[in-house]
């Protein structure tokens, strides 16, 4: 699939023979992925223990209501079934789910049971549960509960929320936080600004759809509890768990086995985490949960849905003078782990890589009566970049200049790095014009856009449109102090082992928890390189805080930033221990030592020396270390990072829109990114790619529907629509490598890029296509119709905003329009089944 | 999977399935490839209390050649619709039309009687049956029966099959020399049901259209012929003109839904848009 030009010198392992190991840029296939692909591994559905029981929830079919009674009684009667419980039976000992972003001092962070006592606040929610024998006899007897509910008016627009007169979620209203900042002089920036554009673009709510639906399984085993869960961060899970329930940490163990993909969704601590660990400790036995596709797409957290104003100030020659953001943020009916962090996340990354004089963001958290929303792939940072990248098309259309242009006009130029922005970030390093640059040639862009004049002066039904987004982000979540600055709960630092086992082989154990990333391979190529060891004689271990007992798990593209740092800073400090004890081994001063990978030998002398595992084998005998040396080489490392990490890269899209159908399909896409060194780039490519591909999911296919009555609509993969292989063009990758100066391994975060790159250029070129016809915005998705109907209206002479477009349903048709038939319900199949 | 309980039958003969049905009332489903049933039994929105599986009796596979007509079972797979030779030579739209099914995993389970015995019509097959005037063989207690494409499908999800019946195959007349065709199936995403699909044939003549059936997909509670067009083209010059002309007649008569992928007024263009485009293409300009 991938056709690849790479600059990077690290492509090829070194030529043998020269003495280094050089597994730094080599293109290891994944040494999980035998495992993984051949199911040869235990995924949490597929633990079975002795004794073990499966609980099913049931769950609100209203958006608002009052519970006036859960009568569980014929459920407990039924066969196979050994308990069942309402929220009144849990009141007492399920306390209420974690949020662990307070972002501001006055903010509303209502109570969140577990399981619902008095009152629901989206359709989904947990009412009560049936623990069975099997999950059938369990997912039968749930009919069998009788819930009497009083139901209340459903919140669903964020605007009208906020007015007096609404009806109100919470007791404390609707507003859950309003945080701002701002830096430079906004209205100087603004006062007769000869260019002001001004938007609104709507960030649809987004399903994330992880390939491994979730599960939990839960035992009690003595006065330990251990739970099995489809996680992404078991550490954090365990301290959050020992937090709701009050079960001293020390006797909570978590283990997140082979997990099949999150994307964010499972950086959470569930309904069903707690209540499963509250049922495996009142029952005394194991127990079970795991989702269908369906009940996850009401019950998982979302992602997106925010209401973007931005405005934006120019000078006639595309400089820009300063930009103003004013964000309505979508919480769903709760505040989770980090719900009101989300679009914090963004806040930093409105201005992008521009230069400007002043910014200033303000954003207000919303409740409405939908499932919660919380991270979803780059977390705040896809909605700030599509804002920015689609404003700065609208400004290249408005000047009259070429979008790459006025994007060169304003961005931060190689040399001035590091550079300090609008928003308080020092951006390390980048070179814009270089991923630019090769973008611009992969793309054949001045080819492409003669074939769109062609097309336009032809008329041609099929028009081209071609879409820009150069991109940054930050991640490699993060300085411990600034996440503090941001009142977020928690530091930012990862932790890891390395422990030199007798024969020479190596133990990595790391904090950071894998899901699908490949940290088994990027961990053991480090680790290779920095011992001098063969890749092949490294384990990684990670998942299991027994195992892995420190650690700050895996979200933000920070894994390699953060964690595999402090891989190799563990490996630098057995590489110092090894030192003392080889001096010893080789009647040698310390000093007179020189490490070359894998082995300590005598300056001068290099016969004299020895290997890592020799070193290893002596201190395990243990039999002549030096007065006072510990008989170990294992060696631990936290690391924090200084600042966050910036990679950045050049996105370009060809579109070819049908104007007669709506339909659009992508002809071509070029990612040029930047992520510094590579350490792998087989995994980087599979990292760009899934991106671009739910980037592209957001901006053509993907939408959470709420009907008028706070139903979810989209409850299958049918109506979630989620783009295939068979949907997307060949993707063109390219590197540049601008190593990142704030981290000793020059790495840069890899994981969201893609994501947030993607969605703009898809965008911006679905408009780039319709200009001529008058089409100033598509809402996303950009679905036929509602191109279709985008075109309708640019020939009426209308050219709504996205930000127009209902939140409650898409696609809305003129109300003068009949409808000749109601909605078909038989669709409501999973995906790809007829 | 977590459906209700039911009870299972695998009979050995077409003559024990009908019996199995007869003994089981109201409440039993006949299930081949399983690729429709299976997710409504999933989500819990089917609960039969018997499911009688078809997918042992051999006799219901496979396509011959009666003369005038193909006679095809109705265990055939998409997949082997459009793969077999008879199939491709003498009806190649229902070939065309199955390869645009799903994905490969359901053209491999799903069976053409099981995707015009579920009525569903979004289903890719219905309307394809209909342009190509097929006939549906049914047998029950009371023996066998033919019943005209046109006549089958009776509401939504919803045929003219008795209870204790099950389609045995379709008998499709061969198309002649000068016919071409084409399925024009317009959907979001490659697995995604049509929004609207259009089933298209047209016999050439001297530059004209010497005859056309367009079956429509999507655009009612059943399938239904784009009568208006078909009337319309008959004997229209082959220029997209009056092509264009004669499928703006198209939508006349439908029923189309409005649900999330397509507001009715939508699915209406679409027909007529995708109409003209298919008899463009099954006329081979």
């Known amino acids: ?834 | 999977m977590i459906p209700a309980q039911f009870a299972y039958a695998r009979p050995e003969s077409v003559d024990e399935a009908v019996s199995v049905l007869a003994g089981s009332g109201d409440e039993a489903k006949v299930i081949a490839g399983g690729q429709s049933l299976v997710p409504l039994l999933r989500l819990r929105l089917a609960y039969p209390e018997m499911l009688v599986d078809v997918g042992g009796l051999d006799e219901l596979r496979g396509v011959s050649d009666e003369g005038g007509a193909l006679r095809i079972g109705a265990l055939t797979t998409h997949y082997d619709l459009t793969r077999d030779p008879l199939v491709r030579a003498h009806c190649g739209l229902l070939a065309e039309a199955a390869g645009t099914v799903a994905d490969p995993a359901v053209r491999h389970r799903g069976t053409l009687g099981g995707s015009l015995a579920h009525a569903d019509p979004a289903g890719d097959l219905p309307a394809v049956i209909v342009a190509l005037d097929a006939t549906l063989t049914a047998r029950g207690p009371g023996g066998e029966r033919q019943i005209g494409a046109a006549n089958f499908f009776a509401d939504y999800l919803t045929t003219s099959l008795d209870p204790g019946e099950v389609l045995t195959g379709i008998r499709v007349p061969k198309l002649g020399p000068g016919w071409g065709y084409r399925y024009e199936k317009f959907h979001r995403s490659a697995q995604a049901w049509a929004i609207v699909g259009v089933a298209a044939l047209a016999r050439r003549e001297d530059g004209h259209v010497a005859e056309a059936r367009v079956g429509l997909t999507n655009m009612g509670p059943v399938p239904i012929r784009a009568s208006a067009t078909e009337e319309a083209v008959a004997g229209a010059a082959v220029d997209p003109g009056a092509l264009r002309e004669a499928a703006a007649h198209a939508d006349e008569g439908s029923s189309p839904p409005s649900d999330l992928h397509g507001a009715a007024d939508y699915r209406r263009h679409l027909a007529r848009v995708l109409t003209a485009r298919a008899l463009t293409a099954a006329l081979g300009e």
């Open chain 1, 1 to 834: 699939m991938t056709a690849e030009t790479e600059t990077a010198a690290g492509g090829q392992a070194a030529p043998a023979g020269t003495g280094t190991i050089s597994e730094i840029g080599r293109r290891r296939v994944r040494k999980e992925d035998t495992r993984l692909l051949t199911g040869q591994t235990n995924w949490t559905d597929n633990i079975r223990l002795p004794g073990m029981l499966h609980v099913a929830f049931l769950r609100s079919p209203y958006a608002h209501a009052r519970i006036s009674s859960v009568d569980v009684t014929a459920a407990r009667g039924t066969v196979g079934v050994i308990a069942a419980f309402s929220g009144a039976d849990f009141a007492a000992e399920q306390g209420s789910l974690p949020c662990a972003w307070p972002v501001t001092e006055d903010i509303v962070m209502p109570d969140h049971p577990p399981m619902a006592v008095d009152e629901v606040r989206y359709a989904g929610e947990i009412v009560a549960c049936v623990v069975a024998r099997d999950r059938y006899a369990a997912a039968d007897a749930l009919e069998a509960i009788d819930v009497d509910y009083g139901p209340l008016p459903p919140v669903l627009d964020m605007t009208a929320a906020l007015e007096e007169n609404s009806p109100k979620v919470h007791a404390a209203g609707n507003k859950s936080f309003e945080w701002a900042f701002s830096g430079g002089d906004l209205d100087a920036a603004f006062r007769d600004a000869p260019v002001v554009i001004e938007r609104t673009f709507r960030q649809q709510r987004l399903i994330p759809s992880a390939m491994e639906p979730r599960a939990v399984v839960c035992a009690a085993l003595g006065d330990e509890y251990t739970m099995w869960s489809s996680t992404q961060i078991p550490h954090v899970l365990r301290v959050m768990l020992a937090l709701v329930t009050g079960i001293p940490e020390h006797q909570l163990r978590v283990i997140a086995p082979d997990v099949g993909g999150g994307f964010g969704s499972k950086l959470q601590v569930t309904a069903e985490e707690v209540l499963t660990l509250l049922l495996a400790r009142r029952l005394g036995k194991p127990v079970k949960w795991a989702e269908s596709r369906s009940e996850g797409n009401m019950a998982v957290h979302h992602g997106r849905d925010q209401l973007q104003r931005i405005k934006l100030a120019a000078d006639r020659d595309g400089r820009l003078r300063g930009l103003s953001v004013d964000l309505l943020a979508d919480m769903g009916a709760y505040l989770m782990l980090v719900t009101p962090g989300v679009p914090l996340l963004g806040a930093f990354m409105f201005n992008g890589i521009y230069k400007m004089d002043a910014y200033s963001f303000r954003c207000t958290g919303v409740f409405t009566t939908k499932v919660p929303t919380d991270a979803y792939r780059g977390a705040g940072r896809p909605e700030a970049t599509f804002a920015i990248e689609r404003i700065m098309d609208e400004l290249a259309n408005e000047l009259g200049m070429d979008p790459l242009a006025v994007r060169e006009r304003n961005w931060i130029r190689h040399e001035e790095f590091p550079f300090t922005t609008i928003a308080g970030l020092t951006y390390d390093s980048g070179n814009y014009e270089a991923a630019t640059a090769k973008a611009r040639e992969i793309f054949r862009y001045d080819e492409l856009r003669k074939e769109q004049a062609e097309r336009r002066a032809a008329n041609s039904p099929v028009q081209l449109g071609l879409g820009t987004s150069t991109y940054t982000e930050m991640c490699g979540l993060a300085p411990s102090r600034i996440l503090g600055q941001l009142a977020y709960g928690a530091g930012g630092w990862e932790h890891a082992s390395v422990r030199m086992l007798p024969t020479g082989k190596v133990e990595v154990v790391t904090g950071s928890s894998a899901h699908g990333q490949g940290h088994e391979t990027a961990w053991s190529q480090i680790v290779a390189d920095r011992l001098g060891v063969p890749f092949e004689d490294v384990r990684v271990l990670h998942g299991d805080t027994q195992v892995s007992p420190k650690g700050m798990d895996t979200y933000g593209s920070r894994s390699l930033t953060v964690g595999g740092v402090a891989v190799a800073g563990a490996c630098d400090k057995v590489i110092e221990k090894a030192k003392v004890i080889a001096a010893a081994m080789l009647e040698a001063a310390p000093d007179d030592l020189e490490w070359s990978p894998g082995r300590w030998s005598v300056r001068g002398d290099p016969d004299q020396g020895k290997t890592i595992a020799e070193i290893s084998l002596a201190t395990f005998a243990a039999h002549n270390l030096p007065d006072g040396i510990e008989p170990s080489l294992d060696s631990d490392a936290t690391y924090d990072p200084d600042n966050f990490s910036f990679p950045h890269g050049t996105h370009l899209c060809a579109a070819e829109v049908d104007t007669e159908t709506g339909q659009v399909m992508i002809r071509s896409y070029v990612a040029v990114d930047d992520v510094g060194t590579v350490v792998n780039p087989l995994i980087v490519d599979g990292q760009v790619h899934g991106g671009i591909a739910q980037g592209i999911g957001q901006a053509l296919y993907e939408e959470a529907v709420y009907d008028s009555d706070g139903n979810l609509v989209t409850t299958t993969m049918a109506d979630y629509l989620l783009p295939s292989a068979a949907d997307l063009p060949v993707f063109q990758t390219g590197r540049t490598e601008t190593p990142a100066t704030s981290n000793p391994l020059g790495v840069k975060g890899v994981g969201e890029a893609g994501t947030i790159a993607s969605t703009p250029a898809v965008v911006n070129a679905v408009i780039d296509a319709l200009r001529p016809l008058g089409v100033r915005d598509v809402p996303m998705p950009c679905s036929p119709e509602r191109v279709w109907r985008a075109i309708q209206l640019a020939r009426l002479g209308r050219a709504p905003d996205s930000g127009d477009a209902p939140s409650a349903a898409p696609a809305t048709p003129p109300a003068s329009q009949a409808h000749d038939a109601e909605v078909n319900p038989a669709h409501d199949g999973e995906g790809g089944a007829r």
